[in-house]
Structures are given as C-alpha cells and as structure tokens.
C-alpha cells in the first residue's frame, strides 16, 4: 500500500500565478485565489523542524498535456527550532522509470515521472517562495509522477565555521546536514564531505574549491566520486549513503491530476 503515498498535484491552467502575500485582501476572489492555490509536494524534518513545501505549476492545457511555463515554490516551517527557507536554485528533468521502480503501472503504460530539485537552507527566512522557468519543456498528463528532492546549502559560515578550521570549534551553529560535535571538537562528517562536493560539482557557486580545501577535501582524490552537473545523476550516486532512499513510503512524490 505504500505506493499510493503519495501528494495530488492538480494543474489547471486557471490558477492565479503568485505575487505577493503581503497586502491582499482575503475577502477579494482574485486576491483569495492567488493566496490559496498552494498544494502540498513535499514535507520533511530537518534541524528538528517540520516542514512542507507548496507548489504551483503554471501554465497552459493543450487536450491533454499540460505544459509547463513556471513552476512557484513555496516552503512552510510547521514547527521546530530551526527556520528553514530558499536558496535560488531549482530545476527539473524527466527521469526514466526502470524495472524495479514502484510507480511502473501496467493501467498507465505512457507515465512519466519527473524529477524537481530545490535548494534549502537552515536560518533562513529571506525566501519562503522561489519561482523559476524550466529549462526544458515540460509536458505533464494525468498520474504523471513529480518527484521532490532538496538539496541543502550550508547555514551561514558566520555562524557554523565550516570553511573555518582553526576556528571551527567555536561554532555558534553545528550545522547537521554537513558537521557533528564530538566533545570539545567539530568536525566536518564524511556525508557533509559527500554534500559538499555535491554542491560543487553543481557549479552553482553554493561551495567553491577553497571552501573544499578548507574544509579538508581534495577535490582531485574525489573526482571518482564521477558527480556531475545533473542533479538527478548525483541523486542517483548518493543514494545508498547521504541522499533519501527510493521507496515511495515517504513523502516525496506528487502524482498529476489535469482539470
């Protein structure tokens, strides 16, 4: 029964395209349905916060594909010490659906499945929404599937130290995704280590060579770690270590519905 764990993603090219929260009027119906036509994706615990991340899909419905123009993000921190927000930086790609995945569907013999990659942070609130075009066309039709990972960016060095060796033990901020605490010192964990050259080697500017080099990284004797680019690629290579497992028991995928 795991299999149908999964979000509802309706697409109706009828749904108002987000602008801003702040000075709308829930009592007008123009302002109410930009406000309102969030729907659930993804949800997760990190830092010992529960949250969950909203998404709108825009754009326009040709018989019965739906192609996709924006895709709007919005993440929600339901509770839990630690305020989680974006990055900018998304993107998303078909990915082939193999033999041994849980949504093959013999009722649904031309699904696709898709993977979207967003980018968190921990202590950050300057960007509760992200939006951004797809690269590439999008098509998307009834129970075609979306598959939600994010990938995180260091909290603020500032605070964690995590480029900062000689100082790193004074860390204000043990940052979790990358760092542990072992009595007096602070190191860098071999799965930050792995996240880190992830980072890298998605040439986003997130973690540069020296970032790498100062938190005790050589990126030459780790180039067999073959990252690259793509983000769904990299997924694939961290999966049995640092990233989220395949299983669809967790809450991570949407499945399409076209109104």
């Not at 149908?4 to 602008?19: A, C, P, Q, R, V």
């Not at 729907?39 to 709108?56: D, E, R």
């Not at 630690?82 to 093959?104: C, L, N, R």
């Amino acid at each position: 029964m795991h299999e149908n764990l999964k979000f509802t993603l309706k697409l109706d090219e009828k749904i108002s395209k987000f602008d801003k929260f702040k000075g709308k009027d829930p009592n007008s119906k123009e302002d109410r349905a930009e406000i309102s036509d969030w729907q659930a994706i993804y949800a997760s615990n990190q830092y010992g916060t529960h949250f969950l991340i909203y998404a709108k899909f825009i754009g326009k419905k040709e018989n019965s594909i739906f192609k996709v123009e924006t895709i709007q993000l919005y993440l929600q921190n339901y509770s839990g010490p630690v305020t989680i927000g974006f990055v900018p930086h998304a993107s998303i790609e078909e990915i082939p659906i193999k033999d041994e995945d849980p949504d093959i569907d013999p009722r649904f013999e031309k699904r696709k499945k898709y993977f979207l990659q967003v980018s968190l942070k921990a202590v950050c609130r300057k960007q509760p929404t992200y939006s951004f075009n797809p690269k590439t066309s999008i098509e998307l039709s009834d129970n075609s599937i979306i598959m939600t990972s994010p990938i995180y960016v260091p909290a603020n060095p500032n605070l964690t130290k995590i480029f900062d060796p000689e100082n790193r033990k004074d860390s204000l901020f043990v940052d979790e995704m990358f760092m542990e605490r072992m009595g007096s010192n602070i190191i860098i964990s071999e799965i930050g280590k792995t996240r880190l050259l992830e980072l890298y080697y998605l040439n986003e500017g997130f973690v540069t060579k020296e970032n790498l080099k100062d938190a005790g990284i050589d990126v030459d004797l780790n180039s067999t770690q073959q990252f690259t680019d793509s983000p769904f690629s990299n997924y694939e290579l961290n999966i049995a270590s640092a990233r989220t497992p395949r299983y669809p028991c967790i809450p991570i995928y949407a499945i399409c519905e076209i109104k």
